[in-house]
């Protein structure tokens, strides 16, 4: 990862050209042998990444999806979540993790996240009624949720988990990797994820056999093995071209994590100790978890102001979801939902630049920049 000085001061939020010239050449020898065999739906190049996903995490079955948002639903369905059951998720969330819930045919039920922005245990807890089907932890900004609290619950009251894990790819709690605890879950490959494909892309996992036929079945117009159609499907299979972009991707990721720790520990030396300022959990000193840092999700007690500072001196940054967690879209239909802390939350957070394109000086820049904006530099 080059350094060089950040002589420019235009800090952009995500570097999109990026993704393809960190490895244009392997790309391009993938994409034109993918065009030139003519391999295009459901071939080896998908198997291959599956595979790849599959020793990667170390769990039984992957497929690989269209889409984050198709893997949820599929992942649900495949659980046995459906009609009459309900689904408890964090507001502070993707709306596509409600909308796979309703498009299971389940409902959502919106609860309050913790101080590390990740679903409240407690508030599950407090959630659970008699029509309490599964949990939905999102594995939120790379880090994975506290598995052994929600398991707990879920052993309490006969529930099964099934994992939002978007942005949680390479993530682990206590050793165990995002994405094989639950009953089933899901991946996106949005290209602003840590791992990023050039379009949309995503995979479900489980570890139960009988789910992983049905997911097999869902991704594929309900077809089997030999082609025969023996239940209702989907058409939602990851391309194969797009299976062959993140093969190579899929080689370079363990640095790209390494990369990402490193650029969350910059950011902690330069702005720890700014009392108004709260950080995401350092990379360091918690055993149980192990973050990949999809998003550098702050808080400020004066964010807007921050925000509009930042943007003057040329940096890009962003509010997740726009602005806007789940419960507080009033056209879903789900009623007034009272979520303080997530309300209070969402007067306070933003996301800095973080991925793979940051050099060290743009990151030093930024906390710079920080520093002068509450009047402490150095
Ligand atoms: C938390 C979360 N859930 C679900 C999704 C849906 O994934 P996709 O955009 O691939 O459909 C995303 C990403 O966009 C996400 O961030």
């Known amino acids: 990862m080059s350094n060089s000085p950040a002589t420019a001061t235009q800090v952009p939020f995500f570097r999109y050209p990026h993704l393809f010239q960190q490895q244009r050449d ?6 034109t042998d993918v065009m030139e065999r003519g391999a295009f739906i459901l071939q080896r190049d998908l198997q291959e990444f599956e595979a790849g996903l599959r020793s990667f995490l170390g769990v ?6 269209a ?6 639903i599929i992942a649900l369905r495949a659980a046995g979540v459906g009609p009459g059951d309900e689904v408890i998720v964090p507001s502070h969330t993707y709306v596509a993790s409600a909308a796979s819930i309703h498009f299971a045919g389940a409902t959502p039920v919106l609860v309050e996240c913790g101080a590390d922005h990740l679903i409240d245990p407690a508030a599950v807890e407090a959630a659970v009624t ?7 932890p999102v594995q939120l900004n790379g880090r994975t949720c506290d598995m052994d609290a929600l398991q707990r619950i879920t052993d309490r009251h006969g529930l099964v988990i099934v994992e939002d894990a978007a942005q949680g790819l390479g993530s682990r709690f206590r050793g165990r990797p995002a994405g094989t605890f639950g009953a089933a879950a899901e991946f996106s490959f949005y290209p602003a994820k840590v791992l990023g494909c050039f379009g949309d892309g995503g995979a479900v996992t489980t570890n139960d056999p009988q789910v992983a036929r049905r997911m097999m079945l869902l991704r594929d117009h309900g077809r089997d093995e030999t082609g025969r159609v023996v239940t209702w499907g989907l058409n939602s299979r990851l391309d194969n071209l797009h299976a062959a972009i993140l093969n190579v991707k899929l080689r370079h990721f363990e640095g790209e994590i390494t990369r990402r720790r490193q650029l969350a520990r910059l950011y902690r030396e330069g702005l720890e100790g700014l009392e108004d300022m709260t950080l995401p959990p ?14 550098y999700e702050v808080e400020s007690g ?5 925000r509009a500072h930042l943007e003057g001196d040329g940096v890009r940054t962003i509010i ?6 789940v419960h507080q879209f009033e056209g879903l239909g789900l009623g ?3 979520l303080p802390r997530t309300d209070r939350l969402f007067t306070r957070c933003f996301l800095l630049p973080m991925n793979t394109s940051l050099t060290d000086d743009e990151v030093q820049y930024i906390c710079a920049s920080i520093r002068r904006f509450y009047g402490r530099a150095g």
């Open 67 to 72: 889409n984050g948002t198709d893997g949820l």
């Open 336 to 338: 007034p939902v009272h």
């Open 26 to 31: 392997e790309i391009l020898a993938a994409v």
């Open 282 to 295: 350092g990379p360091d000193g918690d055993p149980d978890h192990f973050d990949v840092y999809q998003n």
């Open 320 to 325: 997740q979801w726009a602005g806007t967690p």
């Open 60 to 65: 039984e079955h992957a497929w690989g999806v």
């Open 130 to 136: 008699p029509r309490t089907r599964a949990i939905m």
């Open 302 to 306: 004066r964010r807007d102001a921050l």
